[in-house]
């Protein structure tokens, strides 16, 4: 959560200055969980962030370990590719995170120059919103990737799904219980739902429901085939509960899920999804292979 290029930072979630003592930082962070406890009319994502940030920083290594900007970096920058190979991964079509990261650092390089080491914390964190924004996104597609990649061999998964110039589909997921689009998002934050779009303090004028069920119209349309639902990934402390059912939007049935609990979500099937199976599984896993381009 707090390694989130959008995230505030642990300082702030507790309302406490970053010079503040020890005894300071505990005193406030009662008085936030107190404040954010559910059972006192608080936010249940809000009280998860107050916990979590006092993991960071209510010991002196793991505070110091966080005012050094290690751990952040250590996330943002680009990790190793695993390869798809063995019998008991999904077979991979593409790379999470590739076509974002590689806008994110040619618009870095093009504001700080060639030689900037693009993640570096100092860096990172002083960037305009648009940048981290982008960084976020990448990060958000290859932790979900790193989530569902060794499904099995019953899953078939597509990264970056080329929708158009500049514009792609995250994830397309073909399950034995369906088949799913799906975006990684990362709002900065908790967040609420209002008519099937999320909302909350890092949201802004962001509609990621309707960008993704447009792309996934997109898809379907070019491939000739038909999703069960679209699923909004979003990070473990953002979203309150596991699962958060949106209805029919656009059309299309959707689901907001943790990423914690996208596996067994796609194991189990969407709520009111609709499921798949035999000769149309073959059919589908053959339309988006021939007919569709992904990144990487």
């Not at 994110?104 to 504001?111: D, F, G, Q, S, T």
């Not at 799913?180 to 999320?198: I, Q």
Request: positive net charge; proline residues 5%.
């Amino acid at each position: 959560m707090f390694d989130s290029p959008l995230s505030a930072s642990p300082y702030e979630v507790l309302g406490a200055d970053t010079a503040a003592s020890h005894d300071d930082l505990r005193r406030a962070f009662r008085a936030r969980l107190r404040h954010t406890h559910p059972d006192t009319g608080g936010d249940a994502a809000q009280f998860i962030q107050v916990q979590r940030a006092w993991e960071i920083l209510g010991t002196p290594i793991s505070r110091a370990a966080f005012d050094s900007g290690s751990v952040a970096e250590q996330s943002w920058r680009p990790r190793p590719t695993s390869t798809a190979g063995g019998r008991l991964r999904a077979t991979t079509h593409g790379t999470a995170g590739a076509r974002r990261r590689a806008a994110y650092a040619e618009a870095a390089r093009e504001r700080a120059g060639d030689d900037a080491d693009v993640y570096a914390a100092g860096f990172v964190r002083a960037a305009p919103w648009e940048l981290r924004a982008l960084l976020a996104a990448a990060i958000a597609e290859e932790q979900t990737a790193a989530a569902i990649d060794d499904l099995g061999i019953g899953f078939t998964v597509w990264h970056a799904m080329e929708t158009g110039e500049n514009d792609a589909l995250d994830h397309v997921i073909l399950a034995p219980s369906g088949l799913y689009g799906a975006m990684s998002a990362d709002l900065g934050g908790p967040v609420r739902f209002r008519r099937g779009e999320p909302i909350g303090d890092g949201v802004g004028d962001r509609t990621p429901l309707a960008e993704l069920t447009r792309c996934m119209r997109l898809v379907a349309r070019t491939a000739g085939v038909r999703f069960s639902a679209a699923i909004l990934v979003l990070p473990d402390e953002d979203l309150a509960s596991a699962e958060v059912p949106l209805g029919v939007v656009r059309g299309i049935r959707a689901v907001a899920v943790r990423r914690s609990a996208l596996r067994m979500l796609l194991r189990s099937g969407a709520p009111g999804a609709r499921r798949i199976g035999g000769n149309e599984v073959f059919d589908v896993r053959t339309r988006l292979t021939q007919r569709m381009r992904v990144w990487g």
